[in-house]
């Protein structure tokens, strides 16, 4: 018998699974990095390019595929970088283009990819861009959202509409020079571009493309859902949104519903073309394919838009808030199953998921849902079906820091008041990453931080953590090598309650061995018979994975029949044969 002849008859029988074309990026595990607080290298305190390059064999011990990099660009840093003046330029506060391109070239030797945080919206109000436009120069006029508002019955002048700015207050600036208000979604240090212009449409396209000479391997797209506002009326006006009964507060951004200001129907369009620019330079470059993974906290019927239509591919990853935006600590595996089969439901035909849980916009996975769940988490984000998201320190099991409304610098935060600044700030997830017990976590050698270091990082860094096996950190690496087995790589996947503290997820390729992860969300004892759950299994397994919570050892067998979890532990078994 030839060899063809037996891989056709492997492949008839459902034996073998062969997908030499799968991209790279439908099993990846993404790992995000926040520059100001990842590794200072020159002692300011704050993060910086080198400091990036100095750790990226971090990223390859840990099974990184790629890491997206949140804004290192040229910026006063109102809302730290994501207020971008040149979109071309590194800032000096991260390093040089010298030192951007040197990370490149080491994270090629590694085999780790870079993705860059791609802001579209919105510029500084320092860009030239925004400068002459403003100015009222020609070609740059209607580069933004300009409108002269309306005086009122006392001669007053007031915003063009009621729309409220992310960072509360009126989402209006009065612009003195031009004797106009510009619209900024955001700080009023962040303008909003005009994306009906063409001409700004074509700007940002060469900004793609500039990137994409100098080598990155992809974009992560920043609110992408604010891109478009609706079209001003033949008058050059626009209508206010409906109030929301829930808050009295005009300048709190809950106080209009937002029909207006995002999710309006060009927008998954803008994602479309790029996508194209993206082709296209891999047309003209060869190499392995780039990426566009876009934000977007929109209704998940919205979401699915993002990875294209009948005609134009979209976005290979649109993020899968789900889990961020919906699950709580009280969720119960009923709320898990829903939110995870949904996605998998919605998603296109063809199209690949992904799970992120943690992000520098979020309290920390182990503040918001307890540190006795950190590994489970991690677990269920890295034995579903698709890639994984990992904001840096999650692997830790790093916790929210403390930062004191004197040491606030976060602008969702500081617009806010003193009494509940902590309920807005961004900051807590963002304070320095743990790299050793050393004098502030090894993260600098000087003497202070741009965030404080939290209390807590001689119990929780990556030098301690890798000398205990049963670490955050090494079940998570541990997971990662898991995530090679062609069941979990490449399988299908069943998602089901067992009972209001039990999740199941079952991984399976035929003719491989069966992966089954258990998780007991809460703090009592269960004991689950998985024929009960998926039908017909092979009656033995073995632990795969265990955690500091387990009672049993990797390598042990446990029927199919009675397995037990402990609280808030999370395990995953393998059958003792193929099936």
Not at 12 to 30: E, Y
Not at 194 to 204: A, I, K, L, Q
Not at 241 to 256: I, L, S, V
């Amino acid at each position: 018998m030839t060899t063809w002849t037996s891989l056709f008859l492997l492949l008839g029988l459902g034996l073998l699974a062969v997908d030499a074309a799968a991209p790279w990026w439908k099993t990846a595990s993404f790992y995000q990095i926040y520059p100001r607080s990842f590794k200072d290298s020159d002692g300011d305190g704050i993060g910086d390019l080198n400091g990036v390059t100095e750790k990226l064999e971090y990223l390859k011990e840990i099974g990184v595929t790629a890491t997206w990099l949140s804004p290192f660009l040229k910026s006063p840093m109102a809302d730290f970088g994501y207020d971008i003046s040149d979109f071309k330029a590194v800032d000096p506060l991260f390093g040089t283009m010298e030192d951007f391109e040197n990370m490149v070239s080491r994270a090629k030797e590694l085999g780790v990819k870079i993705i860059l945080d791609f802001v579209p919206n919105h510029s500084s109000d320092e860009c030239d861009w925004f400068l002459r436009s403003a100015a009222g120069e020609e070609e740059y006029k209607d580069y933004y959202i300009w409108h002269p508002g309306f005086l009122d019955e006392d001669g007053n002048r007031r915003p063009p509409t009621n729309w409220v700015s992310v960072f509360r207050g009126s989402a209006w600036e009065w612009h003195e020079g031009r004797q106009e208000y510009y619209l900024h979604q955001f700080h009023k240090k962040q303008p909003d571009f005009n994306f009906r212009n063409p001409v700004v449409r074509e700007e940002m396209n060469n900004v793609l493309r500039f990137w994409l000479e100098k080598g990155v391997d992809g974009f992560r797209v920043d609110a992408i859902y604010h891109a478009f506002e609706i079209e001003a009326d033949e008058n050059g006006n626009y209508l206010d949104e409906p109030r929301n009964d829930w808050t009295n507060d005009p300048d709190e951004y809950g106080y209009t519903h937002k029909i207006y200001t995002v999710d309006q129907p060009e927008t998954p369009h803008l994602v479309y073309e790029w996508r194209q620019i993206l082709e296209q330079f891999q047309a003209d470059n060869g190499g392995d394919e780039r990426i566009l993974m876009v934000e977007t906290w929109s209704p998940i019927e919205i979401v699915m838009h993002y990875y294209g239509n009948e005609t134009a591919d979209g976005a290979q990853i649109p993020f899968n808030f789900q889990l961020i935006s919906n699950l709580h600590y009280d969720s119960d595996a009923y709320h898990y199953e829903y939110l995870i089969n949904n996605w998998l439901n919605l998603m296109p035909e063809g199209k690949s998921a992904n799970w992120v849980i943690g992000n520098h916009d979020k309290n920390r996975v182990g503040s918001r849902f307890g540190a006795d769940r950190v590994d489970l988490f991690n677990i269920l984000l890295l034995t579903l079906p698709g890639c994984s998201i990992t904001y840096q320190g999650e692997e830790l099991g790093m916790l929210d820091g403390y930062v004191s409304w004197k040491d606030t610098v976060d602008p969702q935060a500081c617009n806010g008041y003193e009494e509940n600044y902590m309920d807005n700030s961004r900051d807590p997830a963002r304070t320095p990453m743990h790299w050793s017990d050393e004098t502030m976590a090894g993260f600098t050698t000087g003497e202070s931080t741009w965030l404080p270091v939290s209390t807590d990082y001689r119990q929780r860094n990556v030098k301690t953590e890798r000398g205990v096996s049963l670490s955050h950190l090494n079940v998570f690496k541990r997971l990662q090598q898991l995530r090679q087995e062609p069941s979990i790589e490449e399988g299908s996947a069943e998602v089901k309650a067992v009972s209001n503290y039990v999740l199941a997820v079952k991984r399976h390729l035929s003719g491989d061995f069966v992966y089954i992860s258990l998780f007991n969300i809460f703090d009592s004892i269960e004991n689950v018979n998985l024929s009960n759950v998926f039908g017909s299994l092979p009656a033995k397994f073995q632990y795969a994975l265990v955690t500091e919570k387990s009672i049993k050892k990797v390598g042990d067998q446990v029927s199919a029949g009675s397995v037990t979890l402990m609280p808030h532990e999370a395990i995953v078994l393998r059958s003792t044969t193929t099936a």
